[in-house]
């Protein structure tokens, strides 16, 4: 069973987080143009059946639109379609992470209402200019579970404000991939946790990029590093309801 749905594909560069796409990479290493958006043959999955039952089973998360970006200009044609799919399927979870934050209140659907249960939404923030440009109106919307991503992290973040509101339940920091990466800085990393801890977010360092610098050593990691050292390094951070409606460390 996929862990992804990606209903179309092909994407636009729009802020410095896009410059070394991973997709971009992947398709013109092929020959494929990767500004062409399109429908893809998964675009009626989270629908399609098989001998079992739902090929994305009741109780499914998916991480959705992960070759594209689920509020793409190109895909408004598309996504009143992909939304009645979303909405159909209540029992599956769906997670959507996007740069087009400023467009997320005039795609949702009619009857959105407060927010589906089963749709959790991401913000991207690859630097404090593109989070003090997205977080104000990303907090503003109607919606049940949103997160935070930082990835690829391009420099030291100050997003306690914002999660001081106690809107976004988790902050995922990562690095950038690829053979041009761009560094990251585990200080800048800390700095985030730290923020995370004082305002009792859940926190998740996901990888450290190809390029990363820790104690002013910088080192060139491979792609299959650079997940294990970012668990080696045993920074997550989860908090958990008690009794009384408050929160501990999980």
């Not at 862990?3 to 179309?8: I, S, Y």
């Not at 190109?74 to 159909?88: F, G, K, L, N």
């Not at 440009?133 to 690829?152: G, N, T, W, Y």
């Not at 990888?207 to 050593?217: L, M, P, R, S």
């Amino acid at each position: 069973m996929k862990d992804t749905w990606n209903p179309w594909h092909g994407c636009r560069k729009i802020s410095e987080g896009c410059a070394h796409c991973y997709m971009y990479r992947r398709d013109l290493s092929v020959g494929r143009d990767p500004t062409q958006i399109e429908k893809t043959a998964d675009f009626a999955l989270p629908m399609k059946k098989g001998k079992n039952g739902w090929k994305i089973p009741d109780g499914s998360s998916i991480f959705t639109c992960m070759t594209s970006d689920f509020f793409l200009e190109q895909a408004d044609s598309w996504r009143a379609e992909a939304w009645e799919m979303i909405r159909v399927r209540k029992s599956v979870h769906f997670f959507i992470i996007t740069k087009r934050v400023l467009r997320i209140g005039a795609c949702l659907p009619p009857d959105w209402g407060e927010g589906w249960e089963n749709v959790s939404i991401g913000a991207t923030a690859e630097n404090q200019k593109r989070l003090d440009q997205r977080l104000d109106e990303f907090l503003a919307l109607p919606l049940k579970h949103r997160f935070l991503v930082c990835e690829p992290m391009l420099g030291n973040m100050d997003a306690e404000k914002y999660l001081a509101t106690g809107k976004i339940r988790r902050v995922i920091a990562g690095g950038e991939s690829g053979p041009e990466a761009q560094e990251l800085d585990y200080d800048w990393v800390l700095n985030l946790r730290e923020q995370c801890l004082r305002t009792r977010t859940d926190f998740h360092f996901k990888q450290t990029g190809a390029n990363f610098i820790k104690d002013g050593k910088r080192y060139r990691l491979e792609r299959a590093l650079q997940m294990p050292q970012a668990r080696r390094a045993r920074i997550d951070l989860s908090w958990e309801k008690d009794d009384e409606g408050g929160t501990r460390m999980g």
